[in-house]
Antibody, heavy 123, light 111 residues
Framework: QVQLVQSGAEVKKPGASVKVSCKAS????????ISWVRQAPGQGLEWMGW????????NYAQNFQGRVTMTTDTSTTTAYMELRSLRSDDTAMYYCARDCSSWFCVDGHFDYWGQGTLVTVSS | QSALTQPASVSGSPGQSLTISCTGT?????????VSWYQQHPGKAPRLMIYAVSTRPSGVSNRFSGSKSGNTASLTISVLQAEDEADYYC???????????FGGGTKLTVL
C-alpha cells in the first residue's frame, strides 16, 4: 500500500533552517511528484510547492520563493523540504502529499498524504 | 486570507443532507473543472474526498458528491453520520503560476 512517512517533530530558533523528510513506499516513486502543504495551528491549508520525483523540477509558491528548497533522493525514495530563515509564523504542521509527475498536471489533487511533521519556531 | 471562500461552520443532524460551498473567481474555480475536496479529522492528515469537481476516489462513500456552478463549487454530504464531523477544505487549480489554492476550511458539526 502507498505510504508517505515523515520525519519527527522539530523545534527551531528564529533564523534557523529545518529540513523535513518524506519517505515514500508502495508505488514507483519516479512516476509521481510530491507537493508540500503546511497548516499553522488552528488554520487552513497552504500549498508550498511541488517537485517531480523523476526530473527534480520544482515550482514553489510565491510566498516561499527564496526560502524553500525541495529535493528528492530516488535511491531512497525520499523527498525533502528545507525551509530557511525561520520565523515564529512558520510554526506549523508540514505535510508531504503525492502529486503529479509533471508540472502541467499539478492541480491540487493529492491522493496520499504523510502523517505530518510539526515544526515549532521559538526562541 | 484564503484564496477560496468557505463558510466557517455548518451543522446538521444525522440522516440529513448538507452542502458546503466554496467560492472562487473566474481565475480559479470558474475557469477549470479541477476542484478537490479534503476531509480532515482532528490531529489527522487531510483525506481526498472528491477531485475534478465530482469524481470520488476509490474507497470514498457515495454519500459524498461534488458539483460546480460558475465560480462556486459545492460538496454535498447525504445521510449525515457522526463520523462525518470534521473540517472540510476545497482546493482549486488556479493557473500555471500558482496552481494550487485552498479554501479556509469549514467545520462540520453533526448535532
Amino acid at each position: 500500500q502507498v505510504q508517505l512517512v515523515q520525519s519527527g517533530a522539530e523545534v527551531k530558533k528564529p533564523g534557523a533552517s529545518v529540513k523535513v523528510s518524506c519517505k515514500a513506499s508502495g508505488y514507483t516513486f519516479t512516476r509521481y511528484g510530491i507537493s508540500w502543504v503546511r497548516q499553522a495551528p488552528g488554520q487552513g491549508l497552504e500549498w508550498m510547492g511541488w517537485i517531480s520525483a523523476d526530473t527534480g523540477n520544482t515550482n514553489y509558491a510565491q510566498n516561499f520563493q527564496g526560502r524553500v528548497t525541495m529535493t528528492t533522493d530516488t535511491s531512497t525514495t525520499t523527498a525533502y523540504m528545507e525551509l530557511r530563515s525561520l520565523r515564529s509564523d512558520d510554526t506549523a504542521m508540514y505535510y508531504c502529499a503525492r502529486d503529479c509527475s509533471s508540472w502541467f498536471c499539478v492541480d491540487g489533487h493529492f491522493d496520499y498524504w504523510g502523517q505530518g511533521t510539526l515544526v515549532t519556531v521559538s526562541s | 486570507q484564503s484564496a477560496l471562500t468557505q463558510p466557517a461552520s455548518v451543522s446538521g443532524s444525522p440522516g440529513q443532507s448538507l452542502t458546503i460551498s466554496c467560492t472562487g473567481t473566474s481565475s480559479d474555480v470558474g475557469s477549470y473543472d479541477l476542484v478537490s475536496w479534503y476531509q480532515q479529522h482532528p490531529g489527522k492528515a487531510p483525506r481526498l474526498m472528491i477531485y475534478a469537481v465530482s469524481t470520488r476516489p476509490s474507497g470514498v462513500s457515495n454519500r459524498f458528491s461534488g458539483s460546480k456552478s460558475g465560480n462556486t463549487a459545492s460538496l454535498t454530504i447525504s445521510v449525515l453520520q457522526a463520523e462525518d464531523e470534521a473540517d472540510y477544505y476545497c482546493c482549486s487549480y488556479a493557473g500555471h503560476r500558482t496552481p494550487v489554492v485552498f479554501g479556509g476550511g469549514t467545520k462540520l458539526t453533526v448535532l
